[in-house]
Each structure stands twice: as C-alpha cells, then as structure tokens.
C-alpha cells in the first residue's frame, strides 16, 4: 500500500497510538502508524498503570487485556493523610469486582503490538519515513514532549511541580491482597505522595511505587543502595500507624519531574509540503495534557481521548472525511469539556497536600475524615474515579 493512500496517520506507537490504530481499522480505514523512536538502553521496564473500568472494556473489546496475573483487580483502596485521618474504598462495598485494575506495562504494549502487526488496514511506518504519510487526518499522540505538537506551532502550557516522581517495584514480606495503598506525607517543603499498588495477581507479593518527592531529594534517594532506598521506602509508608507489608526489596529506580501539561489547540489545519494540500490534525493523550500521577488518571484520560474520536469519526457520514475539521472540533470540544474538572481537582489535591503549615495539615485532615463519613457522596466520587 502506498504510504499517500493512508486515511488516517498516527504518529506515536505507544499504548495510546496502538489502541487508536486498531480501533480505526475496525471501521475499515486505512491507518498509518508511525513508530516512536526505541528507548535508549536495553532496561527492563518497570512501569504499571491503574486502568478503570472504561479503559478495561476498551481494552477487553480489542482482545488486548491482559491475564489476572498482568492485569491486577484492586479490591480495596486505602488512602491516608498525614495525620491520622484515612479514607477508604470497597469494591465488594460498591458491587464491583474491582476498583481498578494495575496493568504491567510491557505485557499490555507486546498485546497491543502483536494485535497491530496482525491486524489488517494498519501500515507500521519507520520515523524517517513520516513526512513521507499524508493523510486526511494526523492524530499526535507522541506524549507530552511531542516534537510533532511543536513543529504545528501548537502552545503547551506547562506549571511544574515542586515534585519529582520515582517509579520502581518493591517486593512485600506478605500477600497485597490486592489492595492499593497511597500516603500523603508532609515531607519536605512540596509534601510527598507514596502508592503502592498491587502487582502479579491475587496473591502477589510485587507492588509498583510512585514515589512523588520533594525535587530537592531526589539525587539523594536515587544515589542510595537497594537496602536502604527500600528503607526510606518502609519509613515513608510508616508515617503513620498502619498494616501496609513491609518491603524486603526494590529493583531499579526510573525517574522524572512532575508538571501539569496543557495544549492550548487540540485540533487545526496545516498547509502540506506542496503549498497547496491541506492536512487537519488532532492531539490525543499526553500530547494534549499531562497530569499528576496522583490520582492514576493519565492512562485513562488517553485512553477516552481516543475512545471518542474513533466514536466521532465511525460515526460519520459516508461522505465526510475523517479529517473533517468539524468531526475534530466536535471532539475538541467535548474532551476540554470532560477533562477540565478532573485535572483541575487533582491539581488542587496536589496543592493543597504541598503545603506543610500546621493549619493546612489540620484542615485537610478533618476533611478526608469528614469524607470518609460522607456515605454517598463518597460513593458518588469513587464510581467517578472508576469510569
């Protein structure tokens, strides 16, 4: 197939990208997928993500979910604050199998790959090849340093945090028993943000932490040992009374600075290398905003990106391109109108947990604590959290 017969061109094979791809081959399009560059080193991955229940029926409806011992039900969440103030969430409580799923990075991009491979309608396009894929549509989903956002002239607006995040897994001394433990700890002068979520199925012994630190700490916790960087990591989730498992042992540590990322234009319209042709665009996932992993949203956010737009344009009439800047602009607007309250309440969770005066500590913690007693408006905000 020549490259300039493609309807669609997806720059970015990432989860995101992948799951588009197939999607809209679904529909019978011809799709493009350039492939994003390999990283550096031959490190083993060491990342999980929580998927809710939206991202897992999308997931599931592709045959790309993967097994109970890749793909990990949390039964139970139990977030406490840095005092003695704790909220918990129940899946058995709600009627739900799960509150949410904490899915092996590796495992769900080779599912994903395989799928693309094998999947008719989809053409895996080399990156020195990409200027050489027109199409009616370019969907960017390159991640938030995407080279292609910035060559569209496209403004991201980006607030750092004072945090740095640390990924790694830990091993425990006793099962998880699929439970998901987060503290917020008053740290250092920004706080810090501990998870530990639940890896290798029902009776794994394996979590992925998110560590989100204080910046000015983290050249000193990465140069540390395995012992004593799990150390840290045990004095850290025993701020405070709890029955957490002990870690006994970490493998390697990944880190990068936390920001809040958003693009200013989601879709335009750009002129082609002849003068003449025009191309639409549209960004998709972290290439539009990135968030604070605190609340484990910035998978899901990707992953509805482009569950909507494969709506919208499957959804379109036979006559209508699927680069139709009004199908683009429908989808504009519709994901900055669902987006906008979930990424501004988990900045303001960043923030108000950043700062360490008396006062403020006192306040948040009588609110988790009123929280944990508010019955359903609890439960209003959980069923949220998990589609």
């Keep these: 197939m020549a490259y300039s017969s493609h309807d669609v061109c997806i720059r970015g094979s990432g989860i995101v990208g992948r799951t588009l791809a197939l999607l809209l081959a679904r529909h019978r399009l011809r799709v493009g997928l350039v492939e994003s560059p390999a990283p550096a080193g031959n490190q083993p991955d060491i990342r999980a993500y929580a998927l809710n229940h939206r991202s897992q029926r999308l997931l599931a409806g592709l045959k790309c979910w993967p097994g109970a011992e890749r793909a990990t039900p949390v039964l139970q969440m139990r977030v406490l604050g840095d005092g003695h103030a704790q909220t918990v969430f129940d899946a058995g409580r709600m009627d739900q199998e799960a509150m949410t799923w904490i899915v092996d990075v590796p495992t769900l991009e080779h599912m994903l790959q395989q799928a693309c491979q094998y999947q008719s309608g989809i053409d895996i396009i080399t990156a020195d090849k990409a200027d050489a894929a027109p199409a009616p549509l370019t969907v960017v989903c390159e991640g938030k340093h995407s080279s292609t956002r910035q060559q569209l002239g496209v403004d991201y607006d980006v607030t750092p945090y004072g945090q740095t995040a640390i990924a790694t897994r830990a091993t425990l001394d006793a099962p998880h028993l699929q439970i998901a433990w987060q503290w917020f700890n008053h740290t250092g002068s920004e706080g810090e943000i501990l998870a530990f979520l639940p890896l290798d199925g029902p009776e794994g012994r394996e979590v992925a932490i998110v560590w989100s630190v204080d910046r000015n700490r983290v050249d000193d916790l990465l140069a540390l040992d395995d012992a004593a960087f799990a150390a840290h990591l045990q004095n850290a989730a025993h701020l405070q009374p709890s029955d957490a498992p002990n870690v006994i042992g970490v493998q390697r540590r990944v880190a990068w600075p936390l920001q809040l990322g958003l693009a200013r234009r989601w879709a335009g319209s750009r002129i082609g290398a002849d003068g003449v042709s025009r191309h639409n665009w549209v960004l998709a996932g972290d290439a539009a905003h990135s968030v604070h992993p605190l609340a484990g949203q910035g998978l899901n956010l990707g992953l509805a990106d482009v569950a909507l737009l494969d709506q919208i344009i499957g959804a379109r009439p036979y006559w209508r391109s699927p ?65």
Excluded at 326 to 332: A, C, P
Excluded at 348 to 373: D, K, P, Y
């Design 323 to 387: 680069g139709d800047m009004r199908l683009l602009r429908q989808y504009e607007r519709a994901r900055k109108a669902e987006t906008a309250p979930l990424i501004a309440g988990m900045d303001g969770i960043q923030r108000l947990f950043s700062h360490n005066a008396a006062g403020v500590r006192q306040l948040r913690n009588l609110g988790m604590s009123l929280f944990e007693r508010s019955g359903p408006v609890k439960d209003w905000v959980a069923r949220r959290a998990m589609d």
